[in-house]
């Protein structure tokens, strides 16, 4: 028996006694972001809910990792007298960076709409978008790969060196482990009846990846945009 089909007496909620009145700013917020919050002060019973709310915690946390590594960056930039070492020319904004970078956050797209795909119960739709993100996103990282192949400093090459491949490798990590989840959700696909009941991870990792797309826009812009 789901939770929609409990009576009232078998279901049990959380009491909002926090004196910021949430459920009212909630119902302010759009709804592709509602979605992600709890409702009715946390309903014993939504699985789905909590688990929403927590991996959304989660990647605020992870917010504040990039944030700081952000902050150290511009900090550096800023106060460094010479941030490239003779002879150095640092990242280089090529085409192929940008294609690459065009393909990322088109991504988001494409994942989006396998989402909802899937919402409207078009599995071999959802199958479709769902591999072509992770091709996507597989073809940002040997982009990145052969990026990292061709650059004239290393890790200890100066602030520039350590900045730079500390900045795009951990986010390559993020993209990497969003690749692993998709595969997951692919192959979950194949499983009868299995998102008939809950598409959290579906949504989860499709957040995820609004979230590493983001992450490289304000990192393509610290990175590439930002000259010395």
Request: glycine share 8%.
């Amino acid at each position: 028996m789901t939770h929609q089909q409990l009576p009232k007496s078998m279901t049990h909620t959380h009491t909002d006694e926090s004196p910021i009145p949430l459920e009212k700013i909630r119902g302010l917020l759009p709804d592709w972001l509602k979605r992600f919050l709890p409702t009715g002060g946390g309903d014993a019973d939504d699985d789905h809910g909590r688990s929403m709310f927590g991996f959304t915690v989660f990647l605020l946390s992870e917010s504040i990792v990039f944030l700081s590594f952000f902050l150290t960056y511009t900090a550096l930039r800023l106060t460094s007298d010479q941030w490239l070492p003779p002879g150095v020319k640092g990242p280089d904004l090529s085409t192929y960076v940008i294609i690459n970078s065009v393909v990322l956050v088109s991504s988001s797209f494409v994942i989006q709409a396998a989402e909802d795909a899937l919402m409207h119960h078009n599995l071999k739709k959802f199958r479709l978008l769902w591999l072509t993100t992770s091709a996507m996103g597989v073809f940002f990282l040997v982009g990145e790969i052969k990026e990292w192949l061709g650059l004239d400093f290393g890790l200890s090459t100066g602030q520039v060196g350590g900045t730079f491949y500390l900045l795009t490798g951990f986010h390559g990590l993020h993209v990497f482990t969003g690749i692993l989840l998709q595969v997951i959700m692919f192959l979950r696909s194949f499983r009868a009846g299995n998102y008939e009941k809950s598409h959290f991870g579906v949504k989860a990792t499709t957040l995820f990846w609004h979230f590493v797309d983001v992450i490289w826009v304000i990192l393509f812009s610290l990175v590439y945009l930002w000259r010395a």
